[in-house]
């Protein structure tokens, strides 16, 4: 079985060092296998280096075989499991830190050996979300909002919310078989979120372009950052979080 959770649409690509700090300070790492034969590949290594299944009343050996979800290892307790829900599994996605086999293959050979310090924290301010950014929030009302845009405060504001909201569906395709009805819809959805994101956008760079910023082809987000604090904003790992 193949293992998909975009459209191909998806902005932002894993930040490699990103996901290093995010290993160094958690002593955990996410990896989504391809295939169940490489599922099983990676739980029978971590077998034969001393690593257990975390488990529980309902996570198992068989489990973590079985399920779809990415697989979650622990290096301190020397144990594996894996996510539970879309909405865990969402989450971790769209802070980037779910990585592919061969990055995985990378870090672990990199950090399973090594002894990390007990007082390492997480202080890079990151957010991870654990429910729709805004519920109440729909396309319609979205786009209502975007024509009626007075100030550069306005334009932040709808743009935080327009991203935010396109990132979090576009997290949760994965939850749908590729080639069903329901996959074919979400993507759908998620699209018409990311156009309406990538006009907000447009209209951002232009304010800044008026500014003599020069727009990059590649990390726009680096120009992006100092427009959306100047309204209030601040990016937190993937998600515009308003500072109060």
């Not at 300070?25 to 996410?30: D, F, L, M, P």
């Not at 971590?46 to 697989?71: C, H, M």
């Not at 018409?192 to 232009?206: A, G, M, R, V, Y």
């Amino acid at each position: 079985m193949e293992y998909t959770n975009v459209c191909g649409i998806s902005k932002w690509t894993v930040d490699s060092d990103k996901v290093a700090r995010f290993v160094k300070n958690t002593r955990n790492i996410y990896v989504r296998p391809t295939t169940d034969e490489e599922r099983l590949r990676i739980i029978e290594m971590l077998e034969n280096d001393g690593y257990k299944v975390q488990a529980d009343e309902i996570t198992s050996r068989d489990t973590a075989i079985e399920t779809r979800f990415p697989l979650h290892i622990s290096f301190i307790a020397k144990e594996y499991t894996h996510l539970h829900s879309t909405v865990c599994a969402a989450a971790a996605t769209s802070q980037g830190i779910i990585v592919s086999e061969k990055e995985f293959y990378i870090l672990y050979s990199q950090y399973k050996d090594e002894v990390f310090e007990e007082e390492t924290k997480i202080d890079d301010g990151t957010v991870i979300l654990f429910g729709d950014p805004n519920p109440e929030l729909t396309l319609e009302i979205a786009g209502r909002i975007a024509k009626n845009i007075k100030t550069e405060s306005d334009l932040a504001a709808i743009f935080a919310d327009v991203d935010n909201k396109a990132r979090w569906l576009n997290a949760n395709i994965y939850d749908y078989d590729e080639g069903t009805e329901e996959y074919r819809k979400a993507c759908e959805i998620v699209d018409k979120w990311f156009s309406l994101d990538d006009i907000l956008e447009e209209q951002i760079f232009e304010i800044l372009s008026s500014e003599n910023v020069r727009i990059p082809q590649t990390g726009q987000i680096e120009v992006m950052i100092p427009f959306m604090e100047r309204n209030g904003y601040r990016d937190a790992g993937g998600w515009w979080i308003k500072d109060n």
